[in-house]
């Protein structure tokens, strides 16, 4: 065993020595702001999004003071883009562990950034939304529209600094190396940094309200587990996107805003009892169906995909079960037919044994439509994280998914359509089936020769030696 193994390694960015709240915020900003101007193909890839420029450089400030006649107001920070005559800027509020944002206070940023003609305000902290546009404060849409208000997450910023630095590579090794410093930093839990860790003080009232049908869409808790669903789900895409190295987003209506959303969440936990959403991986066979049924107490994670359209109905089947030849035996098929009510339903390992168990009873000739593969288990009853927590038996539940199915699924294609094979000859007359275009080395299709413009040997035998234009005598007989 190597001594060294028990040292501490040197750190660009430490934590150590952090005291309090406020030195907490501090010294995150900094770091962050540092990075973005050190590695601007980070900084860049976080502020794409707020529209700002891709500059040479990004010019990035702390503490940055403005006087004004009540007081002095001091946000954060600042960012500063500059190219071909065109400044962008923007102020930065950041909060780090369980502080929550201000909305006076980043209403007042707002105000000085109209006043100053900046772009608008950057608020960091650890609430996760769905988009830099969406932002965990209600504040007056007066004040959004000439200065805008955007939001990003710790976890937002952790997930682009590990896509960039695990999957897109930095170019230079030393910003490579500033940046895998700042993953460092994020990735301990006294920068105040982390992800989504707690369902809410209302978590066991709503889970255990469902089952007894006491719930009601307008009830504060109700509201409140539902948007921390919303951000849970929001997690686990930022998640996978730092493991798979693709934008991993969730499925939502057009034009529904987040409050619409929240509404329709609450609205289905108290009637139904159930938290659902879509998740979209790229070039994944489908969307992943991420379903917590609180009355059931059962989680359901599974992915719906389309049929063949080739082969006998148990073929069709077996198409699906040769890609998971190592999933679970307890994954559930659901074969939908059509004009059917209710799909077919059988377990992996029933249709690994038994090749008609997903046909259809009243017709086993009748071809399913779709497949819908699922793993189901009991949900998760803590409201924090560790184990039989609902976050912690909710991520691991969608990895074990991902991993075991929705990874080696391909979706079904036809076969391309084939060519007919070289005939062995081809007719010179024309024919009802003239040669395919594969017969390269015979006649090409309109090259035919038409029994009606050859001359018959009789008639040719008969014509004048002398070359006159006179007819024959037997030309017009009947003989």
């Known amino acids: 065993m190597d001594e060294r193994d028990d040292w501490t390694a040197a750190r660009l960015l430490p934590t150590m020595g952090i005291r309090g709240q406020e030195e907490q915020e501090k010294r995150a900003t900094s770091v962050l702001l540092a990075v973005m101007h050190a590695v601007p193909e980070f900084g860049h890839a976080l502020l794409h999004e707020l529209g700002a420029p891709r500059s040479p450089r990004i010019d990035t400030y702390t503490e940055v003071r403005f006087k004004g006649a009540e007081k002095t107001s001091i946000p954060d920070g600042a960012i500063v883009c500059e190219r071909g005559g065109k400044r962008w800027t923007c102020l930065v509020e950041v909060k780090t562990a369980g502080a929550s944002l201000r909305t006076e206070q980043v209403a007042g940023y707002l105000d000085a950034a109209r006043e100053r003609s900046y772009d608008g305000v950057l608020t960091i902290s650890n609430d996760i939304t769905d988009g830099c546009d969406h932002s965990p404060l209600a504040i007056d849409g007066r004040k959004t529209r000439s200065a805008k ?31 895998g410093e700042l993953i460092a930093y994020l990735d301990s839990a006294a920068s105040g940094a982390g992800g989504f860790d707690d369902m809410g003080p209302n978590w066991v009232a709503v889970r255990t309200g469902a089952p007894d049908r006491t719930l009601r869409a307008s009830d504060p808790a109700v509201r409140d587990v539902a948007a921390r669903w919303d951000q849970l789900v929001q997690y686990l895409c930022l998640g996978l996107s730092q493991d798979l190295g693709e934008r991993v987003v969730v499925h939502r209506p057009r034009k529904q805003d987040q409050n619409a959303r929240i509404d329709a969440t609450s609205k289905r936990l108290a009637d139904e009892g159930v938290l659902q959403s879509a998740i979209r991986v790229p070039k994944a066979a489908g969307e992943l169906a991420v379903t917590a049924d609180l ?42 037919y059509a004009n059917a009510r209710q799909p077919i339903t059988a377990t992996l390992e029933q249709t690994r044994q038994e090749r008609d168990a997903l046909t259809y009873p009243a017709d086993p000739k009748r071809p399913p439509r779709e497949f819908t593969v699922a793993l189901l288990r009991p949900i998760g ?6 184990e039989g927590s609902f976050v912690s038996e909710t991520r691991a539940q969608l990895l074990d998914f991902y991993r075991d199915v929705v990874q080696n699924i391909k979706p079904w294609q036809a076969r391309a359509p084939r060519l007919p094979d070289v005939p062995e000859s081809v007719p010179d007359e024309p024919s009802p089936e003239p040669p395919p275009f594969v017969a390269i080395q015979e006649r090409d299709f309109g090259d035919a020769i038409d029994p009606q413009d050859t001359v018959p040997i009789w008639q040719a035998t008969t014509t004048p030696s002398d070359g006159s234009d006179e007819e024959s005598e037997f030309a017009d007989s009947d003989g």
Do not use: C, F, Y
């Not at 910023?157 to 695990?166: C, K, L």
């Open 149 to 179: 208000l955007w939001h990003l997450s710790w976890w937002q910023i952790m997930t682009e600094a590990i896509v960039q630095h695990r999957h897109h590579g930095i170019a230079d090794p030393d910003q490579a190396w500033i940046l």
């Open 381 to 386: 009853n803590k409201r924090g994280q560790g």
């Open 295 to 336: 009355r059931a107490r059962k989680l359901n994670v599974g992915v719906s995909l389309q049929a063949p359209t080739e082969g006998k109905p148990a073929t069709r089947l077996a198409w699906l079960v040769r890609q998971l030849p190592d999933a679970r035996g307890d994954i559930l098929i659901s074969a939908q």
